[in-house]
Every structure is written in C-alpha cells, then in structure tokens.
C-alpha cells in the first residue's frame, strides 16, 4: 500500500468505510461475548475487545433468555462462560486477553531481528513515535499491553487537541492512529507486555511476559501512567464489578438510569461526570479538596457547575464499600465536618494520582522520587551515562534509550504533548543512529 499510493489510498479507504457501515448498521454481530454482567472474567473480556475497537456483541447471562440454547448449539453450558465466539470457527472459553488477541490476529507475529527502533506502549506517545518511524524507514515495532490509544483511548471526549474543534473520542483518534501506523509499515502488537529490560552492549533486549524476547537498536519508552487503586476497605473485591478505572459505552451499560460516584478532581474525572450525566439518575463527584477548579481545566469545571444532576461533593472521600457479590453502596465522609453519609450505587468510578509503569525498568535508567523516568542534559551526571556527549533532550540516563509521554519525568500530562514528545524521540533516535 506505501509502494503503491493510489491503490492502497482506495483500499484504505473502502476498508475504513466498510468498518463504519458495519458500525452504524446496528444489526451487526461480530464476535459474540457470552457471560455475566457480574462476573470479572466477562467485563476483562468486554474491556479488552472495546479498547481494541473490535465490534462485538454481548450476550447476558442475566437478561438474555435465549443464550443458553446459543450454549447449548457449541456443545457448552453456563458453567464454561465467559465464551467467546466468532461464527462456529472460533469458540473460546474464558480466554485470556493474549489468546483473544491472537484469534483477532492483533498480537503480530514477532521477528527475531535487531529493529532499528523497539516502541514499549501504545498511547498517545508511542503511537506518534511509530508514525513518524514508521514513516522515516526505520524498522519499528510496538509493543503494547492492553490496546492501543492508552488513557487517551478511554477518553470520550477530548476537547483541547489541535484540529478537532468539537471534540474527539480517544477511540477514535488511537483508531486513526493505528491505520497511520500500519500504513506506513509499523508492527504493532498488542497483549504483549514488556517485563523487563536488558543490554546486550549497546542494544537493547526486551523480554516479553510470553517467554520471546526482541532486540532494538533504540528504545523508546512511551509507557505512560494509570490512575491509583482507590485504598479503600472493600475496593479489591468489587473491581471490575463495581468499581471502574474508565467511564465508556462499556461501563455506561453498567449504571444506566443509577446513581454512580466518580472519585477525583482532574480533568479526567470531570469528563467522566459530564460524559456518565447522560446516562446516570445522578452523578456524585467527589473531591478530597476544597476547590472544584484547583485541578480541572476551567472549561470542564463550569459545564460541571451547569448540569443539574452532577453533584460536587467538596471535602469529601469514601470511606467503605459494600455488596454482595457486586456493588451496592459505598460510605463517604466529609473530612471537614466528620459527617457521614451512605450512597446506594452499582459503580464507583476513580481518577486519583497516576503512578507511572515502570517496574520493569532495570537501574541504570534512572527515576525520580515517584518512580517517572529522567531525561534531559542533566543524565550526563548519571552513573550509568556512558557516551562522550551530552543527553539528547528525552533521553535517558541510558545512551539509546528515550522517554516520551506521561512516563517522562516532569512531562505535561496532556495527549498534545506526548504526541509532540513521540515525534521529536523520532528525531534524537536518527541522530543517534548515525553517530553510531
Ligand atoms: C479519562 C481520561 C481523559 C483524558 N482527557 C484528556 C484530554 O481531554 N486532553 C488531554 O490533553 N489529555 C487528556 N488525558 C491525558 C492523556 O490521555 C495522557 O496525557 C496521554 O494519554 C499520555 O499518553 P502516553 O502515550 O504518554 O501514555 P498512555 O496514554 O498512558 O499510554 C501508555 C501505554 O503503555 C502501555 N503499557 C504500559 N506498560 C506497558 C508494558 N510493560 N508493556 C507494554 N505496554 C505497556 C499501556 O497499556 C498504555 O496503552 C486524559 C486521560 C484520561 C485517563
């Protein structure tokens, strides 16, 4: 398709059209998911295919009255979900996200090869970095997790990005951003974690929690940040069913017409309320701080202050949460007044301080206090800076090796500036490429 520019433009875009169509049919089954609500096993499967943008359909066990003679006809039973089925061809049960991955054919076959640049993770940052390799001839893989797009993909809406005036999902961006990358002939794989990283002299050896292992000249680690467990008594029990780490059409089916609580006073949390008001009785939005707009843009803040069934609960933290088996009340306290308070609620959605992924990362790449990967000039002081010249910008305590996004030490945690950080990691990798 690169070689050949008019024909694969036409391909690419009879295949995005075709994509849509199916999309907007509204009769479309794709894969079939078949389980629980309640159960932890069906949400981790509903989550890892609506991250990766697959189009599926879910069968509840709970409400759908003809699912278990849909069992019945592949020669299973109730017990055996959560199932997943494409057709007759494909009947999985209780996959894991790596076999899920592998019958979609998103976990891409890995060379044993010395690629010029090795991308670990798949948001905005390394997305961005594979484009632009991707595009300037180096030999680039991408290695991700859980699916491409990374925090900006549970957005729904991402409002302050250069060219989208009205709005786009992170969905669809991390969507548009993938077609880029595999255009331009990027290999990017996904339910694939890097556990850990070594060197083989100057290159660096990544080994993949599936045993593999890849070599890269560069490294770039766009591995970004997720959002702290809420450390609250009863939290581990309900996660996944009940308590939520991302607010999209996948956890909206959850607490339609309910009263949901979201934990969190940034930006995410706040366009989590605006967006989960559509769809909730009610919306409490809870802030250990006293100020709605000490962390949230100030766009988010008023249209919070104008939708009626938001309620900013200032001061306030939840103490406990209670269910059966699944949610069904947490208990909050003001820490001003000491009062208490019980909210009956199937889901508690939190966005608290993110914490960087970089536990596989070994000591000679150097982290600050909260564990967020260090760049800059200032590397030439390190212990393990080993080159005769200066650290370029984002790079690394580690000649090689760069930094880009959220993971960054000191980084603007915003979709623009990892996008902008990827694109100049590009730069510094061919720079470093030819004083090799
Ligand atoms: C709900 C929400 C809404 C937001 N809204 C906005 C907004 O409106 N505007 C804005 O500018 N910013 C917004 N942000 C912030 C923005 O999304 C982040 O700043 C941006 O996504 C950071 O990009 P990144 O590539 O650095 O990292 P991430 O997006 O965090 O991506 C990192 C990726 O690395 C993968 N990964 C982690 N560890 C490994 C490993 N060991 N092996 C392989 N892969 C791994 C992860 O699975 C993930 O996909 C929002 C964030 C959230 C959560």
């Known amino acids: 398709m690169n070689r050949c520019p008019e024909v694969g433009d036409i391909i690419l875009q009879a295949f995005i059209a075709r994509r849509q ?55 299973l039973s109730v017990q055996d979900t959560p199932v997943v089925a494409w057709g007759k061809q494909v009947v999985l049960r209780n996959p894991s996200n790596r076999e899920i991955a592998e019958a979609l054919g998103i976990r891409r076959p890995l060379e044993q090869t ?31 997790r859980t699916a491409p797009g990374g925090q900006a993909g549970t957005s729904m809406r991402i409002e302050n990005y250069l060219g989208f005036p009205t709005g786009i999902t992170g969905g669809d961006l991390a969507e548009r951003a993938i077609v880029q990358a595999n255009k331009f002939g990027a290999i990017l794989s996904v339910a694939t974690p890097v556990v850990s990283l070594t060197f083989d002299n100057a290159y660096s050896v990544l080994a993949l929690e599936s045993g593999e292992s890849i070599v890269a000249k560069c490294l770039l680690i766009a591995t970004g940040a997720e959002y702290r467990r809420l450390d609250v008594d009863g939290c581990a029990r309900f996660e996944g069913s009940g308590v939520y780490y991302a607010a999209t059409p996948n956890e ?14 940034g930006n995410a949390a706040g366009q989590a309320a605006v967006y989960l008001s559509r769809h909730a009785r009610r919306v409490y939005l809870l802030i250990r701080g006293n ?73 000679e790449i150097e982290r600050d206090e909260k564990r967020f990967v260090r760049t800059g000039p200032a590397m030439a002081q390190s212990a393990h800076w080993t080159a005769r010249r200066q650290p370029f910008l984002l790079e690394t305590s580690r000649p090689g090796v760069f930094a880009a996004g959220d993971v960054r030490s000191g980084s603007v945690k915003r979709v623009a500036s990892a996008v902008g950080e990827g694109a100049m990691a590009v730069q510094f990798v061919h720079e470093y490429l030819k004083e090799k």
């Open 114 to 144: 010395v690629y010029d640049l090795a991308i670990v993770g798949a948001g905005p940052g390394g997305l961005a970095a594979s484009v632009y390799g991707a595009s300037e001839g180096l030999s680039t893989v991408v290695l991700e």
């Open 291 to 363: 100020d709605l707009y000490k962390s949230m843009s100030a766009y988010l803040a008023h249209r919070i202050e104008q939708t009626p069934n938001i309620e900013v609960l200032l001061n306030t933290t939840v103490r406990r949460m209670s269910g059966d088996g699944r949610l069904a009340s947490v208990e909050i306290v003001n820490s001003e007044t000491g009062e208490t308070r019980t909210l009956e609620t199937p889901a508690v959605f939190s966005f608290i301080g993110a914490t960087p992924h970089t536990d596989w990362l070994p000591v």
């Open 252 to 265: 909206v089916q959850l607490c339609q017409g309910a009263e949901v609580v979201i934990v969190g006073g």
């Open 21 to 75: 169509l199916l999309r907007e049919s509204g009769s479309f089954t794709g894969i079939r998911v078949i389980g629980s609500r309640y159960s932890h096993d069906t949400f981790r499967i509903r989550d890892f295919l609506a991250r990766n943008r697959s189009l599926f359909t879910f069968l509840d066990l709970e409400s759908h009255p003809e699912v278990g003679e849909l069992l019945g006809r592949f020669g």
